[in-house]
């Protein structure tokens, strides 16, 4: 399949093998979390608090004492769920608006454009903070916001390859054949659409973790104690002068993570060949 | 001495060599027909004439290519840039893309008598009005100042043979100039084509796939299959007497008024593509009269009865 | 008017039209065209039908209405004695067994994810006929060879396929669920002229072969003489004339004149271009005569401001002209 060779062709690339291979250790650390973090993240310790990187703790400890390298690892767990899932409902919601309003055009498409056209002019911090204030905070309203603020990307996205799709001839072949309207969507434009979008998804995924520790800076995000990057990076401002590796640490998480997102994003792109599709947006 | 003469170019891009060998000369007055289906390289040949093959990544890689006595395979891009719309002028194939959108069509047209032959603007104007009624265009005023949009593709062709006529060149080479027009237009054009050629003497370079265009304006004909030339002779003796397998089987794959249903049958296989030319021969695989030296020797061209072909059954063979 | 021959008609159009309106939001003014205009024409059983005309002719759109692709502002078309226009949608899946269309493009008219057996198989899929792995492979393997195809090309994808190769596939498809009618909306355009003989060839023997009756539509007149019983020929959604042969001389000015730009392979018969006056005209604007008239040589006011009806002049030639050619 065209997917998986592309797959590997970006992973063969060093552009792409390294950032791959830096991904797959993070989710490696969400996933084995109990296992790889040295200490629980919210075992407390106010003697042992602000402690500088040493031989115990590689990261040092926080304010209260804890292991920064453990709540990092933890912090992986909740930024990675957090924004995949959120990025995974939007995708899946987004492609089937986009993909009705597209194909079948008329009222809905006009409606559902108009909602997009409205919501793609506000940066997704607004929608995400205006989520937040009606839902609540915490990881649900997190995931919640996250997958609305970016629900207009894919939408537009999923919309735009439709109507170009729509027009090939062997749409019109199918037709013809008798094939009805659902058969069209699922067997020959949905699957011809998806690449795109799955690749877009991907980079949200990125936009969304920071998103998310964005939402965690203001304490809008998962609550204490279940750790997060952005809130672990919130209480670092205080000790900024005293113990600085509270905030650099999530900090370089965040960095670390986004940016090899992108990087194999942008890998992924070149071997795919669809610059010019994800143009569109 | 010719106009033109193209001797034993090869065109190479990367690492491939899609036109190999390709020899003809072209003479003031003259309409040459450069015929062949797709992979032929009647286009790379085209841009070869033109010394554009840099553009796409290619060169040429043996060969020469005289132009009225100059070699234009080592000029120098200066050179080839003077020579270039001046005395060498190229209609290609899609007239909505050869003229810009956003200038008016008069000022297009103009632009080509300043740069070339120095005119000032009232000049150049008087003189793009005459070519554009020339072309029996009407009201030459009015489409001097509209924009290309507001034409159809039988005229914007019109303007783009307007265009290269402008600084009187000796040379037009035209790359399927109508194959995106309506049959009607397509008529039109070709015999407008015609008589400009006639009227000022210049020498017309037509790139086609057309077989019937090809009867119907050319002079001389060269057709070229898979990069090489395998036939080249006036347009009467081609149709009449053709040379080679190929030219003839071509020939017979164009409905004629009267033929007899069920005697079209096109010619089995397909073109080979550059990446598999076969051994010997490049038409061997198609040719129902190859021999066994076909499939081991590539034919050069040679005289035969009448014009050149490059084929090693002897004349009488070819039937 | 003279009675025509009778035919057994397996398509009847009867007046058939098609408008299509663009503009009409704020300030762009809303504006009709009519890709066809009362068309009425038969295509008889077992014969191939040409359609010839030059851009905006109405041709595809003709193709279309007959195969209820797109459905028609008014008038009918009757396939075996069946209006479409009354068919519901499960009447009108199973009418498309029998009626089928081969498409221009042949690169873009099979999914590019699709193996070539899988495009083969989608009919019977769509339709909802099931079959057992060994019918299946039966089936592939008879369209492919009925195609003049290997075998060993079902496994490919249409991109490794060449442009006359993927052509064979698109008739191979057409015809998997046994159609009467195939109509061609210009199957050879985009391929070589080498290649568009072995296509026509294989369409004359599937004709026979399988009985089927052809709608041919193309911009090439002479591969419509050559290859068509019989040649309507189409300006701006309207029919000029109809020639029951293809060697009847045209009579309507605008076929004479297709006639005549039609270059033949043949530098002893050069032709004399008559330049025609004007272009095609917009299909925005409403004319009120014949739609040739502001172009044609013998137009005449009566021609300017009456549309002449389409009469038959004998023999099932019929032309729509008031000064047809004597």
Redesign the interface.
């Known amino acids: 399949m065209v997917a998986l060779t592309a797959l590997r062709t970006a992973v063969g690339s060093p552009r792409g093998a390294i950032p791959a291979g830096i991904l797959v250790f993070i989710v490696a650390c969400a996933v084995f979390a109990p296992i790889i973090a040295p200490y629980a993240y919210d075992i407390q310790n106010l003697p042992g608090s602000n402690e500088a990187p040493n031989a115990a703790h590689w990261m040092g400890t926080d304010e209260f004492g804890r292991d920064l390298m453990s709540r990092i690892i933890y912090g992986a767990r909740t930024s990675l769920s957090v924004a995949v899932t959120a990025i995974s409902i939007s995708v899946v919601a987004g492609m089937t608006l986009g993909a009705m309003a597209g194909y079948f055009g008329g009222a809905f498409d006009r409606a559902v454009t108009a909602v997009v056209d409205l919501t793609w002019s506000f940066p997704e911090i607004l929608i995400a903070l205006i989520l937040i204030a009606i839902i609540g905070p915490g990881l649900q309203g997190t995931m919640i916001a996250i997958s609305i603020a970016y629900l207009a990307q894919f939408t537009r996205l999923t919309r735009a390859q439709i109507m170009a799709l729509k027009n090939e001839t062997y749409v019109e072949a199918t037709a013809n054949l008798g094939a009805g309207n659902f058969h069209i969507i699922f067997r020959h434009l949905l699957p011809n659409a998806i690449t795109p979008v799955i690749v877009a998804g991907m980079l949200a995924t990125g936009d969304a973790i920071i998103l998310e520790a964005t939402l965690g800076f203001f304490g809008l995000g998962a609550q204490p104690p279940t750790p997060s990057w952005g809130a672990m990076m919130s209480s670092g401002t205080a000790q900024i002068f005293i113990a600085p590796w509270i905030i650099i640490f999530p900090g370089l998480a965040i960095a670390i993570t986004v940016i090899s997102i992108n990087l194999f994003g942008d890998a992924l792109i070149e071997a795919l060949d669809i610059r010019n599709r994800l143009r569109s947006v | 001495m010719a106009l033109l003469s193209v001797r034993d170019v090869s065109i190479s891009i990367g690492v491939i060599d899609p036109v190999e060998g390709v020899s003809f000369d072209l003479d003031k007055g003259e309409i040459l027909g450069v015929v062949g289906e797709s992979g032929s390289g009647k286009s790379l040949t085209a841009m070869s004439v033109m010394g554009l093959l840099p553009r796409i990544g290619g060169r040429l890689r043996t060969g020469s290519v005289v132009f009225d006595g100059m070699e234009l395979n080592t000029m120098s891009e200066d050179g080839l840039r003077r020579l270039r719309g001046k005395r060498i002028a190229l209609i290609s194939q899609n007239p909505m893309t050869s003229l810009d959108p956003i200038i008016r069509i008069g000022a297009q047209i103009d632009q080509v008598s300043t740069l070339h032959l120095g005119l000032n603007a009232a000049a150049a104007k008087a003189r793009s009005l005459d070519l554009i009624a020339q072309l029996r265009i009407p009201e030459p005023e009015q489409i001097h100042r509209a924009y290309p949009h507001q034409l159809s593709g039988g005229m914007k062709q019109r303007i783009v043979i307007a265009m290269a006529l402008a600084a009187d060149p000796d040379l037009i080479v035209a790359d399927e100039p109508t194959t995106a027009l309506d049959v009607t237009i397509q008529a039109q054009i070709i015999q407008i084509m015609v008589d400009l050629v006639r009227d000022r003497g210049l020498a017309l370079m037509l790139i086609t796939h057309d077989m019937g265009v090809v009867a119907q304006a050319c002079d001389r004909v060269v057709v070229l299959y898979a990069g090489r030339v395998a036939e080249t002779n006036t347009v009467e003796a081609i149709f009449a007497d053709p040379q080679h397998p190929y030219t003839r089987e071509l020939i017979r794959c164009i409905p004629r008024h009267g033929q007899a249903p069920g005697s079209l049958k096109g010619i089995p296989g397909m073109v080979p593509s550059v990446m598999d030319y076969p051994g010997g021969c490049r038409f061997h695989p198609r040719c129902t009269q190859a021999i066994d030296i076909c499939k081991a020797l590539l034919p050069v061209l040679e005289a035969k009865t009448t014009g050149f072909a490059a084929c090693h059954l002897s004349e009488a063979r070819v039937q | 008017m003279t009675t025509s021959p009778p035919t057994d008609a397996l398509v009847k159009i009867d007046h058939l039209t098609r408008a299509f309106t663009s503009g009409g939001g704020f300030l762009t003014p809303k504006r009709t065209m009519r890709a066809v205009d009362d068309v009425s024409l038969d295509i008889p059983r077992g014969k191939v039908t040409g359609v010839v005309g030059?851009?905006g002719c109405g041709k595809s759109t003709l193709a279309r209405l007959v195969?209820r692709?797109i459905d028609a502002t008014s008038g009918k078309v009757s396939f075996d004695g069946a209006d479409l226009a009354e068919q519901s949608?499960a009447t009108?899946?199973?009418l498309?067994?029998r009626m089928?269309?081969v498409?221009?493009?042949p690169y873009?008219?099979?999914?590019?994810?699709y193996t070539i057996r899988r495009a083969l198989l989608?009919?019977f899929q769509?339709?909802g006929l099931r079959q057992s792995v060994a019918e299946a492979d039966a089936a592939v393997e008879e369209l492919i060879s009925m195609v003049g195809l290997s075998p060993r090309m079902v496994a490919s994808f249409p991109h490794q396929l060449?442009g006359?190769?993927k052509q064979r596939v698109?008739i191979a498809?057409a015809l998997a669920?046994r159609p009467a009618l195939l109509v061609l909306d210009e199957p050879t355009a985009s391929l070589?002229?080498?290649?568009?003989?072995?296509?026509?060839?294989l369409l004359?023997k599937l004709k026979v072969d399988l009985g089927l009756t052809y709608l041919f539509i193309s911009?090439?007149?002479?591969?419509v003489?050559?290859?068509c019983d019989r040649v309507v020929v189409m300006y701006l959604g309207r029919v000029m004339e109809i020639l029951p042969s293809a060697?009847v001389a045209p009579r309507h000015h605008y076929a004479h004149?297709?006639l005549?730009?039609?270059?033949?392979?043949?530098?002893?018969?050069?032709?004399v271009?008559t330049?025609?006056g004007g272009?095609?005209p917009s299909p925005f604007a409403t004319i009120p005569g014949c739609a040739f008239a502001a172009r044609c040589p013998a137009a005449t006011d009566l021609c300017r401001t009456t549309r002449p009806e389409l009469m038959d002049i004998g023999g099932g030639h019929q032309i729509a002209c008031h000064h047809p050619i004597e």
Not at chain 3, 192 to 201: E, N
Not at chain 3, 219 to 223: E, N, R
Not at chain 3, 260 to 271: I, Y
């Open positions: 030059e851009s195969l692709l949608p009108m899946r199973h498309r067994r089928q269309m498409f221009q493009d873009s008219a099979i999914d590019p994810r989608e009919p769509v339709q060449s006359g190769q698109g498809r669920l070589d002229v080498s290649i568009q003989a072995q296509i026509i060839d004359e911009h090439d007149l002479s591969l003489r050559y290859f060697d004149a297709l005549a730009s039609n270059f033949e392979p043949d530098p002893t018969r050069r032709k271009i330049m025609l272009e095609i």
